[in-house]
């Protein structure tokens, strides 16, 4: 989904909830990673688990562009909401 796609207010209000929704299953899908990488190593041995690894290698970069997104979404927010100040005080 392409979050930066908000016009006003309310359509930033929806895209910001909907990344937190995303961004919360996320990061919860990691933490279930991890604990499943600690356990599987247990068992097993350090050897293993590369495939879980792998997956959480690939959900923290996602996090991470996601976390990019998010930071752009404040600065486009900041700057409509500079132009929606200016535009009343000239009015």
């Known amino acids: 989904m392409n979050y930066l796609d908000f016009t006003d207010r309310t359509s930033y209000l929806a895209a910001r909830?909907?990344?937190r929704v995303e961004y919360?299953?996320?990061?919860?899908e990691i933490r279930d990673?991890?604990?499943?990488i600690?356990?599987?190593?247990?068992?097993?041995?350090?050897?293993?688990?590369y495939s879980e690894q792998a997956d959480k290698a690939y959900?923290?970069?996602?996090?991470?562009?996601?976390l990019a997104?998010?930071?752009?979404?404040?600065e486009?927010?900041?700057?409509?909401r500079a132009a929606r100040l200016a535009e009343r005080e000239n009015a």
Request: glycine content about 6%; aromatic content about 4%.
């Open 33 to 36: 990673l991890k604990t499943e």
């Open 24 to 28: 919360a299953s996320l990061s919860q």
């Open 76 to 80: 486009k927010s900041g700057e409509m």
């Open 59 to 66: 959900n923290r970069n996602v996090a991470t562009r996601m």
């Open 38 to 49: 600690r356990t599987i190593q247990r068992e097993k041995g350090s050897g293993y688990a």
């Open 17 to 19: 909830t909907a990344w």
């Open 69 to 74: 997104t998010r930071k752009q979404m404040k």
